[in-house]
RNA sequence: UCUCUUGUCGGUC
């Protein structure tokens, strides 16, 4: 088995949590046991791709080996089912734990957090013993309040009372600072930081990026030690929030040049957005060959960049081609027509897809009236607006 | 060789 973990553990470490679970399927059923490592590394796959069926399945599994009760393993279990939203089966694998460390009760707590079950999370943390409360318990404590929107005062106590700060409080906190736009607050903690890293520098960018102080963000972006491609994208999508989209093109074919630094999804996604705005194809369609080259997966976020780009771009028939060749449609993807159709006035067009939405919130909504508004067709204009406030769709 | 906490991203306005 440890050669075939080597190879589950390198697509794990790549972030290839699909083939990681393929191989190790592949594994098993050459009649190759696996060992705990094998396991583990299976079903932190599972977590990362919220897949609670296969997760069930190793757990099924597992109960055949005698390593089925390892902390380890069974952590890795609280967290598979922690990550797809099943507290109840977490809870249950928790409660029957035997032997539990700081790992097992953070994540619990994290968990809650995650799920909104902030109070869940406060019990734990309170009736943990204490000689399992560590830094990360304590941070996972602050990171949780920090996303509430009337925590901050919760956060600025507990951080007064934790017995220990390390590089991630701070970068907590400074984000925490960050988000709700006190901005100088968070810029004394960062200057005061004896230790930075590239989360510390990338929450800024962000943060004056988002504030409109690209200039600011840029400066922090060049001063940054070791950039990674968050900190690009942060830099990039503030470039295209402030409408700056050929400065945000600029730092991706800077990274391109740059060979140690690859897109991901998320920097594509921006690029396309900022060509879009651009109107300028050419570029898109070299983005697009890329992702084709790259083989990136256009399931997702990526395939409704590229639809936009194309719609936006006056290409109907290219985003139309896309839409029609995607595997499941959303929500996103169809409104993203619709837009792209109204947009040049092709109402026809947007009204057969708009109505042919199974679900709708408020932006096709809004999107297809906005497109009779446009076109001065005031008279159905009216009338679906009508119709919306008689659906009573929730503005969110 | 394995498990926990912090930063970036999609459709309308």
């Given at each position: 088995p440890f050669l075939w973990n080597a190879i589950i553990k390198s697509f794990s470490h790549n972030d290839y949590p699909k083939q990681a679970l393929l191989v190790f399927c592949t594994m098993m059923e050459n009649g190759v046991c696996g060992d705990k490592y094998s396991f583990s590394l299976a079903l932190k796959s599972c977590s990362k791709m919220g897949f609670v069926k296969?997760?069930?399945?190793?757990?099924?599994?597992?109960?055949?080996?005698?390593?089925?009760?390892?902390?380890?393993?069974?952590?890795?279990?609280?967290?598979?089912?922690?990550?797809?939203?099943?507290?109840?089966?977490?809870?249950?694998?928790?409660?029957?734990?035997?032997?539990?460390?700081?790992?097992?009760?953070?994540?619990?707590?994290?968990?809650?957090?995650k799920c909104g079950r902030i109070d869940l999370a406060c019990e734990l943390f309170d009736c943990m013993p204490l000689e399992m409360r560590n830094l990360v318990s304590w941070n996972t404590m602050i990171g949780g309040y920090s996303k509430l929107e009337d925590g901050f005062e919760v956060?600025?106590?507990?951080?007064?009372?934790?017995?220990?700060?390390?590089?991630?409080?701070?970068?907590?906190m400074i984000d925490c600072c960050v988000k709700r736009g006190k901005m100088d607050v968070a810029r004394a903690l960062f200057d005061k930081m004896t230790k930075r890293d590239v989360i510390s520098w990338g929450i800024m960018i962000d943060g004056y990026a988002k504030l409109g102080g690209v200039c600011v963000a840029r400066g922090l972006f060049d001063a940054t030690p070791c950039r990674d491609v968050v900190s690009c994208n942060a830099m990039m999508a503030g470039y295209v929030q402030n409408g700056c989209c050929t400065e945000a093109l600029q730092v991706f074919r800077d990274m391109l040049s740059h060979s140690s630094l690859s897109p991901d999804n998320t920097t594509?996604?921006?690029?396309?957005?900022?060509?879009?705005?651009?109107?300028?194809?050419?570029?898109?369609?070299v983005i697009h060959c890329y992702i084709?080259?790259?083989?990136?997966?256009?399931?997702?976020?990526?395939?409704?960049?590229?639809?936009?780009?194309?719609?936006?771009?006056?290409?109907?028939?290219?985003?139309?081609?896309?839409?029609?060749?995607?595997?499941?449609?959303?929500?996103?993807?169809?409104?993203?027509?619709?837009?792209g159709y109204a947009k040049f006035g092709d109402l026809d067009n947007a009204r057969r897809l708009f109505n042919e939405m199974p679900e709708k919130d408020a932006v096709p909504w809004n999107a297809m009236i906005g497109g009779y508004v446009q076109a001065k067709c005031s008279k159905e204009a009216l009338a679906l607006f009508n119709e919306m406030q008689a659906m009573n769709v929730k503005p969110d």
């Open positions: 296969q997760g069930m399945q190793i757990h099924g599994l597992l109960r055949k080996f005698e390593f089925g009760g390892d902390v380890f393993l069974l952590n890795c279990l609280v967290c598979m089912y922690m990550r797809s939203g099943c507290v109840e089966f977490a809870r249950q694998v928790f409660d029957r734990m035997i032997y539990r460390d700081s790992v097992s009760y953070n994540l619990m707590i994290d968990g809650c957090v956060v600025m106590e507990l951080f007064e009372k934790m017995p220990d700060r390390d590089l991630v409080s701070l970068n907590v594509l996604s921006i690029a396309l957005s900022a060509v879009a705005q651009l109107g300028r194809v050419n570029e898109g369609v084709k080259e790259k083989r990136f997966s256009v399931g997702g976020k990526l395939g409704v960049g590229l639809i936009d780009m194309y719609a936006k771009c006056g290409d109907l028939e290219a985003a139309k081609a896309l839409f029609d060749k995607m595997g499941k449609r959303t929500m996103v993807s169809w409104t993203t027509m619709v837009v």
